[in-house]
């Protein structure tokens, strides 16, 4: 019997969602990060381990290195330390949330190779789009690109 975690690989996709290759090929380079998103909110939501406790330093918040759940995350670097024990949650968000954007963003791209979609209803003009929450997603983007991965601008 095949181990419940396992990602299916393309040709499996195919078969049982009856998925073009090009689809399950996208599908398939998103399934690492999906799943670890999956294990990720399994840690936090579900209790899968023991529950996290948030710090609140001079900085930002920021959990233990070592709590069960986070310690292997690859995102991880001395900058985003706080102290020997600490580091800031701020990378950790920035890293689901631009992630997830971007993996979302390369299965439409997937999605615009299979479907004929209608010619241009404008062609030339751009659409902008304007939303409360920009501003976070533009510091989001800033921290998962080495920005300053602190709440708090450093004061020395």
Request: aromatic residues 12%; charged residues 20%.
């Amino acid at each position: 019997m095949r181990d419940k975690q396992a990602l299916k690989t393309i040709e499996e996709m195919t078969e049982k969602y009856g998925l073009t290759p090009t689809l399950c090929e996208a599908y398939a380079q998103q399934g690492a990060f999906f799943s670890s998103l999956r294990d990720l909110r399994d840690t936090v939501i579900h209790g899968y381990g023991n529950k996290a406790t948030i710090f609140v330093t001079d900085k930002g918040f920021c959990i233990s290195s070592d709590e069960r759940g986070f310690r292997n995350c690859p995102i991880w670097n001395d900058s985003y330390k706080d102290n020997d024990n600490l580091v800031s949650l701020l990378p950790l968000l920035a890293h689901v949330v631009v992630a997830t954007i971007n993996a979302c963003s390369e299965l439409a791209v997937a999605f615009t190779r299979e479907i004929n979609f209608p010619p241009e209803m404008a062609p030339g003009y751009h659409i902008f789009v304007r939303s409360p929450y920009t501003s976070s997603l533009h510091q989001m983007l800033s921290v998962f690109k080495g920005g300053s991965p602190w709440w708090v601008p450093d004061q020395t």
